[in-house]
């Protein structure tokens, strides 16, 4: 981009700090070079020098002078092919919250050899006028499922007392084997994370681990083989689920990173992954004060394990109806 040119602070930028808000929307540009232009007077907020920690308001115009780069509206990175991807997975859309269906091996966000996810093609879900949504939780690589996303920093902050709360249902589904003796009950477990770097796996651990439960409740079972499980985690620990379902004796199928062996059937031919499925998110809109109920379709690529045991892949079985909370 050439020539001088202006950026209008959004009402969801208010009180940033600039240089903060030039990182975002000059992304790549070296942080020196922007302390520079700043220093000496090039870039301005409604035509004063600033200085780097100076704190924006909403309606304030940022001069940028001459540079080459990309703006954060440009959709920086974001090829068209990873934009209608992205778009495609969107099943709920309102003034404040998107949903998307997160398929199985994407990353939520970036990290160690994972340069393709879901925080990365969010720019491509930025409606006119509108800004960057924010990630409010996080699924597994592996699992798939509702992902909530925010619209402005006010509604990811609303949305993260939600979840740090008991005031929020999260439903998953998952096939287990074998299946549980009982029919429901509780799980409670402390987790921790053990491992070295680049192969850290969560375990429990009753000095060290931090205090996790998670509900269950079968949904219907083939003989004592396989079962179609709904899992409530009370708390959000990192594979919560995963850990708690292989420390019952009933690991998820296709866990071989929690059940072993024990997680896969010979013979059967089922889809390599792991079998858990982020069903439906409940709570109480920030906004609008409605509860709200969002729910995800199973991924095409465990439909057919679901179907191969005779389970109902549209089952409308209210797990945890007998709990009040939310």
């Not at 940022?62 to 990175?77: A, D, S, W």
């Not at 990192?238 to 292989?246: K, L, Y």
């Not at 709570?283 to 179907?307: G, Q, R």
């Amino acid at each position: 981009m050439s020539g001088v040119y202006h950026i209008e602070v959004t009402e969801d930028e208010d009180n940033q700090r600039l240089d903060r808000f030039l990182q975002k929307h000059l992304k790549g540009t070296p942080f020196g070079l922007l302390q520079k232009l700043m220093r000496s007077g090039q870039i301005r907020v409604d035509s004063k020098r600033v200085k780097a920690a100076t704190r924006i308001v909403a309606g304030q115009k940022v001069r940028i002078p001459p540079m080459q780069t990309k703006t954060h509206h440009e959709k920086e990175g974001v090829s068209d092919k990873d934009a209608a991807f992205i778009q495609s997975l969107v099943i709920y859309n309102d003034d404040d919250i998107i949903a998307i269906n997160k398929p199985s091996g994407l990353a939520t966000q970036g990290g160690t050899n994972i340069n393709r996810h879901v925080d990365g093609m969010l720019d491509a879900l930025v409606e006119k006028g509108g800004v960057r949504p924010r990630l409010v939780h996080r699924l597994d690589k592996d699992t798939s499922g509702v992902l909530l996303l925010a619209k402005s920093a006010n509604m990811a902050r609303e949305m993260g007392k939600i979840f740090q709360g008991r005031n929020i249902r999260k439903i998953y589904w998952a096939l287990t084997l074998p299946a549980p003796e009982m029919n429901n009950g509780e799980i409670r477990a402390p987790i921790h994370k053990a491992g070295g770097f680049g192969n850290e796996k969560m375990v429990v651990d009753a000095e060290e681990g931090l205090r996790s439960s998670t509900l269950f409740d079968v949904v219907e079972r083939a003989h004592k083989q396989v079962a179609f499980v709904a899992f409530w985690p009370r708390t959000g620990r990192t594979h919560q689920i995963r850990v708690h379902a292989a420390h019952m004796g009933c690991p998820i199928l296709g866990d071989g990173k929690y059940g072993g062996q024990d997680a896969f059937l010979d013979g059967m031919d089922h889809v390599k992954r792991v079998h858990l499925h982020a069903h439906s998110i409940r709570f109480k809109h920030p906004k609008t004060k409605k509860m709200i109920e969002i729910s995800a379709p199973l991924a095409d690529d465990i439909k057919e394990s679901w179907k191969s045991f005779g389970f109902d892949i549209n089952s409308t079985y209210n797990a945890f109806d007998d709990i009040k909370e939310v």
